[in-house]
């Protein structure tokens, strides 16, 4: 067990612990809820190991490099950008995924670039951005959003 | 959306998930019968990231699920609607972070702000916020892509947050201020 996760499992156990305290009722309700959006979850968690796992086996590194490494260039950022806004995948799923491909050829540049873009872009659930906040909002939350993850990978890949 | 619309909803996204996670195991199966040396690495593969997740998401989980709780949607918009400024800004980052569940919840959060009359800034930077700077996805950030590259990119997506939540808020007010004035003119004509 590394120190991410014992920090991350501390603040868990503390905030339980606390939550028990000042009010015991509600504290079961989050357990309930934490375990539903666990089981939640759990299949779209085995399917992205299942991923990663055909990924590293099958593909090799340069592959990965080619198309989403140093020397892929504008192209291939854009279109690890466009594939994350696609793609709809919970979030916390995104970063072992980028950290699969990070470490078998693909540059910063692109794994900033698809977690940015996953995160802050959600083309399957733009309908209801749009329904909810008018479409004016919605297209330019969506579209300027786009543009600067593919600003800040270029500045990470820079810096790292 | 009725609370057993959603329901329904949620348990047909359930089996569909399933579903799909069957497909790929027997595709899975399938692709290792033709190729048996990929097995090993494979297997290597699997093991080595399920363990990784596995010894964070419940606990990542439990986190969501006592703010979910302990902090109500009224308190947010309570909060969000009346302050502007930096201060607002900082607030809508601040409240963002939280982990309180997926983007789609925050829509009419969102809605409610806008009709409450709070700044489109203000409602940019928040959805943002929402959306990729929350607490617990920087925990599992930092656990498979390092510290350097997980706090650089907060830093970076906060202030480009920032600046695009003002420049969404230009453009809106300079396009319904031309609206106002192409409406008069239409009046007039």
Known sequence: MNATAIIINGIAI???LIAFIKDWKKAIQSLKMAGKSFI???????????TIALLLGFVPPDQISRFVGEQSGMGGVLIIGIVGALMHIPALLSFPLASSILENGASITAVAAFVTTLTMIGMITLPLEIKELGKKIALLRNGISFIIAIIIAFIMGIIL | MKPGEKQTKQKKKMIRDWFFLGIAI??????????????????LTTQEYFIEMIIILPAVMIIMGLFAVF???ETVVKHLGKTSGIKGIAISILIGTLPTGPLYIAFPMAATLIKKGARVSNIIVF????????IPQEMVEFQFLGAEFMFLRLILTIIFVIIMGISIEKIIGWSERRNKIEGKRG???
């Not at chain 2, 959805?127 to 929350?134: M, P, T, V």
């Open chain 1, 14 to 16: 503390a905030g339980l």
């Open chain 2, 187 to 189: 009046i007039e004509g």
């Open chain 2, 71 to 73: 902090i109500s949607n």
């Open chain 1, 40 to 50: 939640k979850i759990l299949p779209m968690v085995f399917i992205i190991i299942i």
């Open chain 2, 26 to 43: 027997v595709f899975v199966v399938i692709l290792l019968s033709v190729f048996p040396t990929k097995t090993e690495a494979v297997t």
């Open chain 2, 127 to 134: 959805l943002s916020a929402w959306a990729c700077i929350k």
